[in-house]
């Protein structure tokens, strides 16, 4: 069945350092969507990415979808204490049925 | 994410026992979707309802079964509790416009099963 990797599975960084998180499926993906979950939280939608090679930014996070669809990427520039949490990505499979990635932990220390 | 609604919280159940987990989508969304948890892991789509019909099905057991009612509220119920139930159950809901629409998420019933 589809598949959808990240990595890395944990990152630790000092407050002002950047943070990229990789997600790669197994099959092609119509779109990606990208969720944030704070500790003990649920997850929030983020962003999506409907197009090959689409780069979205929201304030210091980058989106990035893959030219061939099957991976993407979320990068944060000078990460705040405020980004702490697990960033998954999800694709889609049949209807709105999500199918997400593993997830990535950042920790961001003051 | 605003708007999904569940309950309850939390929940402490024992082997063997039946669990009933509710939830209320957004306003005006017609899609509801239950996915679980575990620790340290991802969420895992569990089913997702439509029309108060179960759309589609993840790799869960008969155990779980689900309903969703006239309103578009859906419950979840786990019979035969397990150890390894225990999880973070999510809904999220969604409109049933085409494929890979976002998902708004309720907090979340924290589920133990001892």
């Known amino acids: 069945g589809q598949q959808v990797m990240q990595i890395p599975q944990y990152q630790h960084v000092q407050e002002g350092e950047d943070f990229t998180t990789y997600c790669n499926s197994s099959?092609?993906?119509?779109?990606i969507q990208w969720y944030k979950q704070r500790p003990g939280g649920h997850p929030v939608f983020l962003i999506q990415?409907?197009?090959?090679?689409e780069v979205k930014k929201q304030k210091r996070l980058t989106f990035q979808f893959g030219e061939a669809k099957k991976n993407s990427s979320l990068h944060i520039t000078a990460t705040q204490t405020t980004d702490v949490g697990t960033y998954f990505c999800?694709?889609?499979?049949?209807?709105?049925?999500?199918?997400f990635g593993t997830g990535t932990l950042l920790a961001v220390q003051p | 994410d605003a708007g999904v609604t569940q309950s309850p919280t939390h929940l402490i159940k024992t082997r063997g026992q039946q669990v009933t987990l509710r939830c209320s989508p957004k306003?005006?969304?017609?899609?509801v979707s239950w996915y679980q948890q575990a620790l340290g892991q991802g969420p895992q789509f569990i089913f997702q309802?439509?029309?108060?019909?179960?759309?589609q099905r993840g790799n869960f057991p008969d155990r779980f079964s689900g309903h969703q009612f006239p309103n578009y509220s859906s419950e979840l119920n786990v019979n035969a509790l397990l150890l390894g139930d225990s999880a973070l159950y999510l809904c999220?809901?969604?409109?049933?416009?085409?494929?890979?629409?976002?998902?708004?998420f309720g907090q979340g019933t924290r589920l133990t099963v001892v």
């Open positions: 990415l409907v197009k090959s090679g």
């Open positions: 306003s005006g969304h017609d899609t």
């Open positions: 999800a694709g889609p499979g049949a209807t709105n049925k999500l199918i």
């Open positions: 099959t092609t993906l119509s779109n």
């Open positions: 309802y439509y029309e108060e019909e179960e759309r």
């Open positions: 999220a809901s969604s409109l049933n416009l085409g494929q890979g629409r976002k998902a708004f």
